[in-house]
Nanobody, 128 residues
Framework: QVQLVESGGGLVQRGGSLRLSCAAS????????MAWFRQAPGKEREFVAG????????TYADSVKGRSTISRDNSKNTVYLQMNSLKPEDTAVYSC?????????????????????WGPGTQVTVSS
């Protein structure tokens, strides 16, 4: 079966950095557009960053633009999220998600119901 497993979360001070990883199995990874979402306590899940199946297109939420980089290694079935200059408001559970590649991904990437598979998430806590 399909599994997405995130890692790399943890406790970091304001201004610090983390690199999240999401390892996929049970699917042909290079056929999937991938994204990172996050959910803070008491808040709705929100889109963070997305990358097309070929890595030819990436997009970011305004809240992380300029501080984060999404990338993927199709040979390792893994997608990454490098986060720098972390702020307390970045504290959340970060989850990766997979959507079978689509020519219209760039119009639907921010919607949770776009994605077919989800990982359980990894906690990121930024202290002030």
């Amino acid at each position: 079966q399909v599994q997405l497993v995130e890692s790399g979360g943890g406790l970091v001070q304001r201004g610090g950095s983390l690199r999240l990883s999401c390892a996929a199995s049970g699917l042909t990874f290079s056929n999937y557009d991938m994204a990172w979402f996050r959910q803070a306590p008491g808040k709705e899940r929100e889109f963070v960053a997305g990358i097309s199946w070929s890595a030819g297109w990436t997009t970011y939420a305004d809240s992380v633009k300029g501080r984060s980089t999404i990338s993927r290694d199709n040979s390792k079935n893994t997608v990454y999220l490098q986060m720098n200059s972390l702020k307390p408001e970045d504290t959340a559970v970060y989850s990766c998600a997979a959507d079978f590649r689509s020519s219209v991904y760039n119009s639907k990437y921010a919607r949770s119901n776009t994605y077919d598979y989800w990982g359980p998430g990894t906690q990121v806590t930024v202290s002030s």
